[in-house]
Each structure stands twice: as C-alpha cells, then as structure tokens.
C-alpha cells in the first residue's frame, strides 16, 4: 500500500524527519526560510498532511488548491496561522500543540518579566560597552518583582503557570483578566483575583500578555490601555505580535508613559517595529518563549503523534475542529 504523503513546511529535527518516514512519503524544507504561499501550494498538491510551525498560513485559497489535504499539524499552542472555520468547511483537520510547553513558556514570561523590571538587559550593554567607571545610588535601579502586583491577561494554562510562580515563587499579588472567569479552585490554586481589565491595567506593577490572536483580541494593548497603566508599570508581551500595537507602545516607553516592556513577540515578526529598537527600556527576544531543547522536541513529537494518530490510526490526540471527525 503506498504511504500517505507528508509535507513538512520548515527545517526542523533530523528525528521528526526520521519518525515521519516511517509512515509516510515526506518532502521537507530543508531551510529555516519559510515559503511563499505559491511555493507553500505548489509543494501541498497531492499531499494528505503537512507539519506546519505556527507561521505557515493555511486558508481558503490554500485549501481550495490542495483537495487532497486532510490533516494540519501545528509545532505551536497557538493557532492563527490556520483559518480554522476554512478547514472546517473543507473537512481538514487542523491540531495544535498543547500542553508540553506550557511550563517552559511560563519560565520564560516570569525570566522576562524579571529581566524587564530590572533592567538586566540594558545594564549589560551598559557594562559590554565599557560605559561602568563608578558606582552611582539610582544606577539601573528597577522595579520590584516580590510583593509587588502582577496582573495576567489571559488565563489559559500558560496564564496559570505564570501566576502560581508569581503567587507562590515571589509572593506576588496575582490579578487576572480573561474572557470568562476560572472555576473558584482554580482560581484558589493559581492565588489569582479576577478582575475587569481597566482596573487590572490600573492596579497591577507588571502586566503579562498571554491572550491567543484572534481578531477580537488586535490590540488588546493600545494608546488608551497603556494610559491607563502606572508610569512604573512593566508591560510583557509573550501571547502573539498584534495583540500589543507596537507603534504606541514605542511612543510610550520613549515618552517614559510606563517604565519598560518585555517582548518576546511582534507585529510583522521577524521584522520589528524600528521605534522599538531605538528606545532602551525594553528587552527584545525573537520568539523563543517556547525555545528549550526538550520542549520543542516535544512540541515537534505531538505534531508527528497527531499525524501518525490521523493518518495511520484515524485517531488524532489533540484536535482543534472534531466536527471533521464527526462529519466524515
Ligand atoms: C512557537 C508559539 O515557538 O506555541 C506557540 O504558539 O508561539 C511558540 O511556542 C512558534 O509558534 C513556533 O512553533
């Protein structure tokens, strides 16, 4: 029987590479250079699946070309890459990756955080470029991580593990705002308070963005949001590019509106806002929230289980749309 055939839209780990073989017919980018939508198409005709990295997006105009798609899985938790109601419609399965990175990228929003409100950052280009001759009592002195208010916006699994750090690590004051609130226990075993998100932005010492793209959530931080804040506040963004509008936020940290901000995330990604680049009170991180080794062999090995588990075994782990499932 011929093998399903499998397109793997990116470089990734010579063992996915070698897992997916075993199954399947796979043709694979060799390069960590993503394709054009016409290129992206051209190599999907006549394949039934394909391992996609969060940046390939997969829309009506993607699916009408390749009739023979069934299944996308995604190396990420977040899913706006995929036009999800498309897929439905033309029956392919969209999967994500949840769960295995959660842990690791709250670390990083809490070691992002920390590198923000101390200024850890800044201070060691001050330090690299030979600029430290003395001691001076306000030099890079920062804001407090311990005992201070951390308010979370968006309290999915991610947003959870950055409060019971915040709550438990640091004794932190735990808010949060989310489109609808969490069950009491859970809210008891996070430490966290719901809260409207205009007192969230007025009351909390650092605000964490971990909120999933969609058209509702487009700036969720904007020009008005930031006013709002305390100009010691520390803003971090480690959910997606657009749900901060970059431009404003650079306006405000140079007019020193709020102390700084933690982006790990960006409008127009890889590509950043210029502004952003010029002002120093914010640290810069190109996406990399989920970056350990483990966790992205594992965020690449749920891909593969969720092929292997459609195509070989009609069992996918982690759907996004099962209507597919149903309706066949
Ligand atoms: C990924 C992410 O690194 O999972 C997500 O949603 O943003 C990151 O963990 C990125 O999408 C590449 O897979």
Not at 64 to 88: E, H, Q, R, S, W
Not at 164 to 173: N, S, T, V, Y
Not at 189 to 199: P, S
Not at 269 to 288: D, R, Y
Request: with cysteine; aromatic share 6%; glycine share 8%.
């Amino acid at each position: 029987m011929n093998k399903p055939k499998v397109l793997v839209a990116r470089s990734i780990f010579p063992e996915t590479i070698a897992r997916l073989s075993e199954h399947f017919e796979v043709e694979a980018n060799q390069s960590d250079e993503s394709w054009t939508k016409a290129q992206l198409i051209a190599r999907l005709k006549g394949k039934q699946g394909v391992f996609t990295t969060g940046s390939e997006r997969i829309d009506a105009e993607v699916l009408d070309a390749c009739p023979d798609l069934k299944i996308c899985a995604n190396m990420a938790v977040g899913y706006n890459n995929f036009d999800i109601d498309a897929m439905t419609a033309h029956g392919v399965l969209g999967t994500n990756a949840p769960d295995v990175l959660t842990e690791t990228t709250a670390d990083f929003g809490f070691a992002l955080l920390m590198a923000t409100a101390r200024r850890i950052s800044e201070s060691e280009h001050f330090l690299r470029a030979g600029k430290w001759e003395k001691w001076s009592y306000d030099m890079f002195a920062g804001s407090d991580i311990h005992g201070s208010t951390l308010g979370i916006i968006g309290m999915g699994r991610i947003g959870q593990g950055i409060a019971k750090r915040g709550a438990l690590g640091f004794g932190m004051k735990v808010i949060y705002h989310n489109r609808s609130r969490l069950e009491a226990s859970l809210e008891a075993e996070c430490k966290a308070a719901y809260v409207g998100k205009e007192e969230l932005l007025k009351t909390a010492d650092h605000v964490v963005l971990v909120v999933p793209y969609t058209p509702a959530s487009h700036h969720t931080i904007g020009a008005a949001e930031i006013a709002l804040m305390k100009p010691t506040a520390t803003l971090i963004n480690i959910a997606r590019g657009g749900i901060v509008d970059d431009a404003a936020l650079a306006v405000a940290l140079r007019e020193k509106r709020i102390a700084a901000a933690g982006l790990d995330v960006f409008e127009g990604e890889p590509k950043v806002n210029p502004e952003l680049l010029k002002v120093p009170n914010v640290v810069l991180t190109p996406h990399i929230a989920s970056a350990t080794v483990p966790t992205r062999r594992a965020m690449a090995d749920l891909a593969v289980d969720n092929l292997i588990g459609y195509l070989v075994h009609d069992k996918p782990v982690t759907p996004l749309n099962p209507s597919v499932l149903a309706a066949r």
